[in-house]
């Protein structure tokens, strides 16, 4: 079974310019989660979705961030214009819709660097 | 709003040398417990959950974890650590009695560095 792939592995990009990150989850998986974590701090939640879905977006820091999921398979995170505090991981995980103790199968993360 | 603790956020040891991570966490209500692990270059991986019964939970590659519910803790433990072992460990938390659905809370986490 492929696990959850994210590309790029790495970004580094200049203040004010517009990265999108990509999430392909698991086959059949419903559920897309993107966490952020900021060098140093917890691993944060962003938002989830059911298949192309937004089931909660609490955790997206403010507008300059755009996340997609077209289709209910792959998710896009855009984030423009990005700025110095965007800096970080970002990563994306997946779980089957249903199962009960489903656990999430995460990806390996998007290196975010903003100068 | 829910936080977890893990207090060390570095630590050293020798192989053989038996392992404690302490995780606290806010949540007065009915909670979900998990580590996570970070090995070197790779993704994060469940080591063990708790959803509810025995509070002594078992994971893989021998760690264990305990849910004492009156100190708000799920410490990690494992009695001889080898060099493989060298990751960093996450807690995390999520609320509530639906564990299908997984907004999870972590730590900041832990790094460990096991010395051969």
């Known amino acids: 079974e492929a696990g959850v792939t994210q590309f790029p592995s790495h970004s580094v990009i200049e203040k004010g310019q517009t990265v999108t990150l990509r999430c392909d989850p698991i086959?059949?998986?419903?559920?897309l989660y993107w966490y952020r974590r900021v060098m140093g701090k917890e691993i944060k939640f962003l938002l989830h979705?059911?298949?192309?879905?937004?089931?909660?977006e609490s955790g997206m820091p403010n507008n300059r961030f755009l996340a997609e999921r077209t289709g209910g398979t792959y998710s896009t995170l855009k984030v423009q214009p990005a700025e110095l505090e965007d800096s970080g991981v970002y990563f994306c995980?997946?779980?089957?819709?249903?199962?009960?103790?489903?656990?999430?199968?995460f990806g390996n993360g998007t290196r975010l660097t903003v100068t | 709003a829910q936080s977890v603790s893990q207090h060390n956020h570095h630590v050293i040891l020798s192989e053989a040398a038996s392992l404690e991570l302490g995780c606290n966490y806010s949540?007065?209500?009915?909670?979900?417990l998990f580590w996570y692990v970070q090995y070197p270059g790779q993704h994060l991986q469940l080591l063990l959950k708790?959803?509810?019964?025995?509070?002594l939970v078992k994971g893989i590659k021998g760690f264990e974890a305990e849910f004492i519910k009156s100190k708000f803790s799920f410490n990690l433990r494992k009695p001889s650590v080898q060099w493989s072992d060298t990751a960093e460990y996450f807690c995390?938390?999520?609320?509530?009695?639906?564990?299908?659905?997984?907004?999870?809370?972590f730590g900041t986490g832990t790094r460990l560095l096991v010395s051969p």
């Open positions: 995980a997946s779980s089957q819709v249903g199962a009960t103790g489903s656990p999430l199968h």
């Open positions: 086959s059949g998986h419903d559920n």
């Open positions: 979705f059911v298949k192309e879905s937004k089931q909660d």
């Open positions: 949540y007065g209500g009915t909670v979900n």
């Open positions: 708790y959803f509810s019964g025995d509070p």
């Open positions: 995390a938390v999520t609320e509530g009695l639906n564990t299908g659905f997984q907004k999870l809370v």
